[in-house]
């Protein structure tokens, strides 16, 4: 059969386009594995970001609020539900000992999820009016089921990250924010309440953890072991458990405590603004973030194992990073208000505000945590332990004061302070155990901060007086030109190998 004119022209252009690509980021280095997460979880992120202004006219902040707590509630189980061996998981070099833990986390998976059934079902409603937060009540009977579902993503995550099986890890990734914003978006147009947002996040793990299952080729890896089997490998690895469990306990602790504290003392209505505020901010570095993270983490163990040095990888991965994220938090902090009331709808003033005050934070947290990793592969489980609980501490002290003074704007102020300084000294940390030379590295992020100025000098002058509707077009374009800028620090970042 022929191929006609057009057909012919189509298959030249994508052609082209692939060459193109192959010389930019050249096919199994680092940049072109970043380049497949990176582009999946870019699409999971602009999904959610586009739905979101459709989200919060469906749902108003007090469902956000209860959402906001339910997810807090999952994110925190979830780091006790396999006791941490799931970050073992690439180490191993023996392929069966990866796969026996492997099993160990689904089996400690599913009787932590049965456990928690459990405790809903004779406590649940005991535990939310002692928490003075009844409404959540109704909705418990969901939390095992999302808990069971996040807790083997993760656990099949890091099993892919070991086989180099990246492409899976992104389709999941896009199969759980589709399902999550449709189901969302379609329970929300028959006005069903906060129930909606917590069956769609629900149904998107399980999603994620199917897809992830399937091309990742687990199933030939799950096979039956021996109980002694698995007690020897816990027992192997049993320093997970017992420092880095309670670390990231203690670190997403940390991090979901204000959405477990700010309905209790501000009330729920405030408790969604700062959700959906957050989620916003936060989510182009949750996202991209954990893309590199994964990768640098499979990069960076393999580099541990053989000897061989991580500096320039660990250079081009900061550099990269603050050349993406700092245009963006700049440019919000700038014009937060008037955008968040233009795309989310004038009762999300106080969104906008709340992102204002907290975009110090999400830069330093982009940059920090996807090199977070080196706590693992250096084995530094007794540092990630003390800034954890130097987090915590500064968060809590955070909340105490606001409580006292019964400011949830200063409760915020000072949530950013603390969350802008714990991660600037964990990346110094960081940059010293990778060899990297700190003052070279310095100059280039001025550089990179120099080139930035006249673009939020422009950003500034169109939020302070233009209307919402010009702020958030100037926002984004000033952004994108000031990506495009910095783009010989991302194009370096991409030849890493």
């Given at each position: ?6 057909g012919a022209n189509t298959w030249s252009g994508i052609s082209g386009l692939r060459k193109f ?41 007090r469902e956000f609020g209860v959402f906001g707590m339910f997810t807090a509630g999952v994110l ?141 080729g687990l199933r030939r890896h799950l096979r039956c072991f021996s109980p002694v089997e698995l ?267």
């Amino acid at each position: 059969m022929g191929i006609s004119a057009k057909g012919a022209n189509t298959w030249s252009g994508i052609s082209g386009l692939r060459k193109f690509v192959d010389r930019i980021v050249p096919y199994g280095t680092l940049g072109r594995q970043m380049a497949l997460l990176a582009g999946s979880t870019a699409a999971a992120q602009a999904f959610i970001v586009l739905l979101s202004p459709v989200l919060t006219r469906l749902y108003g902040p007090r469902e956000f609020g209860v959402f906001g707590m339910f997810t807090a509630g999952v994110l925190v189980l979830n780091t006790i539900d396999s006791a941490r061996y799931e970050i073992a998981i690439p180490l191993p070099r023996e392929e069966e000992k990866a796969e026996q833990l492997l099993v160990l986390c689904c089996v400690l998976v599913f009787v932590t999820g049965a456990l928690l059934e459990l405790a809903v079902h004779f406590w649940g409603t005991k535990a939310c009016d002692l928490l003075q937060v009844p409404v959540l009540a109704p909705f418990l009977w969901l939390l095992p089921a999302s808990m069971v579902s996040a807790g083997l993503i993760e656990a099949f995550s890091y099993f892919a990250i070991r086989k180099q099986a990246f492409r899976a890890v992104a389709q999941s990734r896009l199969a759980q924010s589709a399902v999550q914003n449709v189901v969302q978006c379609t329970l929300g147009l028959t006005g069903i309440g906060a129930i909606g947002l917590l069956i769609g996040d629900t149904l998107s793990r399980t999603a994620a953890a199917v897809t992830l299952a399937r091309g990742a080729g687990l199933r030939r890896h799950l096979r039956c072991f021996s109980p002694v089997e698995l007690r020897r490998r816990a027992a192997e690895y049993l320093r997970f458990p017992r420092l880095n469990a309670p670390a990231t306990l203690l670190n997403i602790a940390a991090l979901q405590l204000p959405f477990l504290a700010v309905p209790f003392f501000f009330g729920m209505e405030q408790a969604g603004s700062y959700f959906l505020a957050y989620r916003i901010l936060f989510l182009p570095s949750t996202l991209v973030g954990n893309a590199v993270s994964n990768v640098f983490f499979s990069k960076a163990a393999a580099a541990e194992k053989d000897g061989t040095d991580i500096e320039g990888v660990t250079t081009k991965i900061s550099l990269g990073l603050m050349a993406m994220f700092l245009p963006l938090y700049v440019a919000l902090a700038l014009a937060g208000n008037p955008v968040f009331q233009f795309v989310f709808g004038p009762k999300w003033g106080s969104a906008g505000l709340y992102a204002r005050l907290l975009t110090p934070a999400a830069f330093a947290a982009a940059v920090a945590s996807p090199l977070s990793t080196l706590l693992v592969v250096k084995d530094r489980l007794g540092q990630s332990l003390a800034l954890t609980v130097l987090d915590l501490a500064a968060r809590c002290l955070a909340i105490a004061v606001g409580v006292h003074f019964q400011s949830l704007w200063l409760t915020v102020v000072l949530i950013s302070a603390f969350g802008t300084l714990v991660p600037c000294f964990a990346l110094i940390l960081f940059l010293r155990w990778a060899g990297v030379k700190l003052t070279p590295l310095a100059k280039k992020s001025g550089l990179i901060a120099w080139r930035n100025v006249p673009l939020f000098a422009v950003v500034g002058v169109a939020a302070t007086f233009g209307p919402p509707l010009l702020a958030t077009f100037v926002l984004v374009g000033m952004v994108a030109l000031s990506c495009w800028l910095s783009s010989a620090f991302i194009k370096d970042l991409a030849t890493a190998s």
